[in-house]
T-cell receptor
Framework: EAQVTQNPRYLITVTGKKLTVTCSQN?????MSWYRQDPGLGLRQIYY???????DKGDVPEGYKVSRKEKRNFPLILESPSPNQTSLYFC???????????????FGEGSRLTVL | TQLLEQSPQFLSIQEGENLTVYCNSS?????LQWYRQEPGEGPVLLVT?????EVKKLKRLTFQFGDARKDSSLHITAAQPGDTGLYLC????????????FGQGTILTVHP
């Protein structure tokens, strides 16, 4: 089954404790991206990657890191989480550049992160 | 301020009514998408529009891309409870290759 898999789905952590949210897709997609979703703000893009070893900042990259060493994986790293990073996080992939023709985003089920 | 402003943010209607959701910006987009999200799930693509003035229909849903490619609308005819969900517009600007910007969303509730 074609899918985007995120782990963990739920996480409660404390300020400053490094964490990684993994994301894996089995559709051989070139493009991958991370979003955070907060009430009233919709989805805000954190980072995106158009291919292996190619990553770039989205609209809210502060406090996050990513890497794209393999085509299928795109982990999101919070080196020193803070309470303002409490949010619902979504990983997504697309066969082409997201947003255009053929650029449908396929989303994971989300990871709800709470930073105390 | 949001690059893409959606209105209304909340919509509560009765089954059978018609509704329109708007997605507006001062920026020009090369393409625009609409997604629908249900609780506990990720958004799912409904449509992509790329040409100014383009109109696309998906059963009871009609999508329009503004002539100037700065705005879009989603019209639902004879809404049903199954249409309940969060509707999100997302746009890609020519000047921001790779970035996809979402509006803040419209929460639609259709009562039986």
């Amino acid at each position: 089954e074609a899918q985007v898999t995120q782990n963990p789905r739920y996480l409660i952590t404390v300020t400053g404790k490094k964490l990684t949210v993994t994301c894996s897709q089995n559709m051989n997609h070139e493009y991958m991206s991370w979003y955070r979703q907060d009430p009233g703000l919709g989805l805000r893009q954190i980072y995106y990657s158009m291919n292996v070893e190619v990553t770039d900042k989205g609209d809210v990259p502060e406090g996050y890191k990513v890497s794209r060493k393999e085509k299928r994986n795109f982990p999101l790293i919070l080196e020193s989480p803070s309470p303002n990073q409490t949010s619902l996080y979504f990983c997504a992939s697309s066969p082409r550049l997201a947003g255009g023709p053929g650029g449908e985003l396929f989303f994971g089920e989300g990871s709800r992160l709470t930073v105390l | 301020t949001q690059l893409l402003e959606q209105s209304p943010q909340f919509l509560s209607i009765q089954e059978g009514e018609n509704l329109t959701v708007y997605c507006n910006s001062s920026s020009v987009f090369s393409s625009l998408q609409w997604y629908r999200q249900e609780p506990g799930e990720g958004p799912v693509l409904l449509v992509t529009v790329v040409t100014g003035g383009e109109v696309k229909k998906l059963k009871r849903l009609t999508f329009q891309f503004g002539d100037a490619r700065k705005d879009s609308s989603l019209h639902i005819t004879a809404a049903q409870p199954g249409d309940t969900g969060l509707y999100l517009c997302a746009g890609r600007r020519r000047t921001s290759y790779g970035k996809l910007t979402f509006g803040q969303g419209t929460i639609l509730t259709v009562h039986p």
